[in-house]
């Protein structure tokens, strides 16, 4: 379920699973404890770099440092901003899509306008078919198939 609102007895996954316990139930498969990107590596200026893991990441990591002087740091350095608009405008929408505690309902009072709308539309319609007289296209009254039941050109229409 999307919203998942029925929770599911405890020993389900015991049941299915030959009496085993959920993997991780208890303890967190992801580690708590940071990674030192220190790398005890100099480079030629005698300056400190961080690991090859840790450049990886950085390199393929959004980033927003429109407010980084250009020439940070050690050498010529210019502040990505590629990821600016996806941080300020789409991130705060999602994290309010996933913190919201309730269903949509500001979308409620749509969906009762257009289902209320609809029936009454459709009433109108009857209305004015009945008020000017049009017969029903499928009444069975207005059918009829000759005494064989098998006619080459199909059923005839009186």
């Known amino acids: 379920e999307?919203?998942?609102?029925?929770?599911?007895?405890?020993?389900?996954?015991?049941?299915?699973?030959?009496?085993?316990d959920l993997p991780y139930a208890s303890t967190s498969l992801v580690s708590k404890s940071c990674i030192s990107c220190a790398n005890n590596m100099y480079n030629d200026d005698n300056y400190a770099e961080a690991s090859e893991m840790c450049q990886q990441i950085y390199a393929g990591s959004g980033k927003c440092e429109k407010n980084l002087e250009a020439g940070y740091g050690n050498g010529p350095y210019y502040p990505s901003t590629d990821a600016c608009e996806y941080i300020e405008k789409v991130m705060p929408g999602l994290e309010s899509l996933y913190n919201r505690k309730s269903g949509n309902t500001h979308y409620a009072p749509y969906a009762i306008f257009f289902a209320t709308s609809s029936f009454f539309l459709g009433a109108y319609v009857a209305f004015?078919?009945?008020?000017?007289?049009?017969?029903?296209?499928?009444?069975?009254?207005?059918?009829?198939?000759?005494?064989?039941g098998l006619s080459p050109q199909g059923p005839r229409i009186v």
Do not use: M
């Open 2 to 20: 999307e919203t998942c609102r029925v929770e599911a007895p405890s020993n389900l996954y015991s049941q299915f699973n030959y009496g085993r």
């Open 128 to 148: 004015l078919r009945k008020k000017l007289g049009h017969k029903n296209p499928f009444s069975r009254s207005n059918i009829s198939i000759d005494s064989t």
